[in-house]
Every structure is written in structure tokens, then in C-alpha cells.
């Protein structure tokens, strides 16, 4: 037996078939079980965002107003303030302050503007992609617009 070459090729090339196929399979990392096809035509409901939305979808129903308002209180009054002749407390320690939500200025801006302000945060003012959902926020913009 001159060569072992050949039995090394022979002993590795189920290895180099099974390589073929590796990559057509639907996982998506290494050593993850496969995953079943989404039905077709369906669309992510979590995960990673796309892009901002150019509309607003959500509707300034009774519900979101409430929701908004609560929300609201909880993620941004503590720097905006409930109003803007009050800072919240953090808001008391920023120089310069935090502008107040319910400013004329403040109403004027686009609501996709304000969405991605949020999303993304906006100079000293942090991101809240992943503390709200998008659904969340809209309800904080249909909130803002009704005080003025
Ligand atoms: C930690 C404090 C803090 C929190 C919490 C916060 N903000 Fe802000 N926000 C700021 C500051 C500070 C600015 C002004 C930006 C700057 O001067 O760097 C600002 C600016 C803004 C602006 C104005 C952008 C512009 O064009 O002037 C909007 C709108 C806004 N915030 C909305 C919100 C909303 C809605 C929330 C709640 C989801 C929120 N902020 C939570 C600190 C905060």
C-alpha cells in the first residue's frame, strides 16, 4: 500500500458531499435546528425594525390617546416635563433644559420626524428603539399633538 491518499479521499468524501448542500438549508446559524417556511406572503411582527414608516398607522384612537399619555409619563416627563413651564427632575439637571413637548415648535414637527427622535434619540437624548415598540411611540405622538 504505497498511497493512503486514497483512502483519506475516500473517508472524507461523504464530508465534501454533505458540503454541497450545507449551505441551502433554513438555518440560520451553525447547529441550529432547521426552521419551517413562513406561510407566504406573511410580514415580521418583531425583530429587527425596517424602515420608519412615512405614515403614521396608527390611529389617534380614544385607546392610544390613553396609552400615549400614559406612556408618555413614564418615558419622557421625567426630562420634558408634563408640561413645559415644569421640567421633570432629570430634566432639572440638563443644561441647557430639555424643551417642553407642548411648545408651538414642538407641534410643528413632522410626526415621522418626531418618530425617528424617539427611535433613534436626538442629541443628549437617548435611543428608545428597544424600550418601546413602534406602536408604543406612535401612541406617544397621537398623545403629544392633542396638548397645545
Ligand atoms: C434623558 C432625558 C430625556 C428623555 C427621557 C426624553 N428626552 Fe426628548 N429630548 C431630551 C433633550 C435633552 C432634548 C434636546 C436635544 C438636545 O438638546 O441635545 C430632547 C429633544 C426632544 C425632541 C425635540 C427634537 C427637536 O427638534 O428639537 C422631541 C420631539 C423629544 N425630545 C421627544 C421625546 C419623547 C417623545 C420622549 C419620550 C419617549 C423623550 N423625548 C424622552 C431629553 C430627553
Known amino acids: 500500500m504505497k498511497s493512503p491518499g486514497i483512502f483519506i479521499i475516500l473517508a472524507v468524501a461523504p464530508l465534501l458531499t454533505a458540503a454541497l448542500w450545507m449551505d441551502r438549508q433554513q438555518s440560520y446559524k451553525p447547529y441550529q435546528p432547521p426552521v419551517l417556511n413562513t406561510p407566504a406572503g406573511s410580514v415580521p411582527t418583531s425583530g429587527r425594525e425596517g424602515r420608519t414608516p412615512e405614515v403614521n398607522p396608527v390611529k389617534a384612537t380614544r385607546d392610544s390617546l390613553e396609552q400615549g399619555k400614559i406612556l408618555f409619563i413614564i418615558n419622557c416627563a421625567l426630562c420634558h416635563g408634563e408640561v413645559s413651564s415644569q421640567p421633570g427632575s432629570v430634566?432639572?439637571?440638563l443644561d441647557p433644559?430639555?424643551?417642553g413637548l407642548d411648545q408651538s415648535?414642538?407641534?410643528e414637527l413632522s410626526e415621522v420626524f418626531i418618530f425617528r427622535v424617539i427611535t433613534l434619540g436626538f442629541g443628549r437624548m437617548p435611543p428608545f428603539k428597544d424600550k418601546l415598540s413602534?406602536?408604543?411611540?406612535w401612541d406617544i405622538i397621537n398623545f403629544l399633538h392633542t396638548r397645545n
Request: no cysteine.
Open 91 to 93: 430634566g432639572l439637571k
Open 97 to 99: 433644559r430639555p424643551p
Open 105 to 107: 415648535r414642538m407641534q
Open 134 to 137: 413602534p406602536r408604543e411611540r
